[in-house]
């Protein structure tokens, strides 16, 4: 069983179009709708996955909580975008907090610059208190912001994306990043996505050869341990780096030698717990 914690679905041919991507992409100006993601990730072993909303336009939301609900068991969840500097945040929070497959939410990391700003601490609380999760891209630039928002709102479970912004070249990830990652994996509510490892590599298109990104998995295993790393594939983004199935083939690979338990926890159990994911039919 596998869980992919992270894709995204947008279609630039419906009505609405899509603010992102942009048209010049041409790998990634295409509808990637769930017929889509079905015919790489069931092949692969996958059954189901988390989508990440891409779109500021909250009402985009909806579309993919209308897509799951209404045709699409495969997506087990959504984290959703939400502006904390929406004046009605706090109206579509609970709104969209009321369907059990919307798990979170994702924003930048210019929120961190100030945490007094926007009501960020009471926002972040009241998304603790609907048991939904915060996905960020580590704010390098505004460590201590993060670490505040974790200080004060000490039940919110965040989810750092993208392997932290690690560099993936053989070798041990520098000392500066290992320090801001330790010190962010002191709190016990955040954890780690495995997602984007392809396209963190040095080399690119990213090779299959496992020992160039054993190093850096080994390192974030070793600061977030078994029980707070999960695997994401960030598809369809990934295919800049190479295909949905060398990412899933390097993952697997990482975890060949870890015990079936370890294996599970990575692929499906920790996702699960985390994100407060349920089997749906």
Not at 56 to 65: A, C, K, P, Q, T
Not at 83 to 91: I, L, N, Q, V
Not at 92 to 112: C, E, K, M, T, V
Not at 165 to 188: D, T
Request: hydrophobic share 40%.
């Amino acid at each position: 069983m596998t869980i992919d914690t992270h894709i995204h679905l947008y279609n630039p041919f419906r009505p609405e179009g899509a603010p992102w991507p942009d048209p010049g992409n041409e790998l990634l100006y295409r509808p990637t709708l769930p017929v889509h993601i079905k015919s790489q990730a069931i092949p692969e072993g996958v059954t189901g996955v988390v989508v990440v909303e891409a779109s500021e336009r909250v009402e985009d939301n909806g579309w993919i909580l209308d897509l799951a609900d209404n045709y699409e068991p495969f997506i087990l969840g959504l984290v959703g975008r939400l502006e904390p500097d929406d004046e009605h945040f706090e109206r579509d929070l609970a709104r969209f907090a009321a369907n059990p497959i919307f798990r979170g939410i994702r924003f930048w990391g210019r929120y961190f610059v100030d945490v007094e700003e926007h009501g960020l601490i009471d926002k972040m609380s009241q998304l603790a208190r609907h048991h939904l999760v915060l996905d960020v891209n580590f704010p390098h630039d505004n460590e201590e912001g993060f670490s505040t928002l974790s200080t004060r709102v000490p039940d919110l479970t965040v989810v750092i994306e993208h392997v932290g912004q690690a560099p993936v070249n053989g070798e041990r990830p520098p000392e500066a990043w290992i320090e801001r990652m330790r010190r962010a994996a002191e709190n016990p509510r955040v954890s780690m996505k495995v997602s984007a490892l392809m396209e963190h590599c040095s080399e690119q298109p990213a090779p299959a050869a496992v020992d160039l990104y054993r190093p850096a998995f080994e390192t974030m295993w070793e600061l977030f341990g078994g029980d707070r790393l999960f695997f994401g594939s960030n598809w369809p983004v990934c295919e800049r780096a190479g295909t949905y199935a060398r990412c899933l083939q390097i993952a697997r690979a990482l975890l060949a030698e870890r015990s079936e338990s370890e294996q599970a926890a990575f692929f499906h159990e920790n996702a699960a717990r985390i994100y407060g994911l349920s089997a749906r039919s």
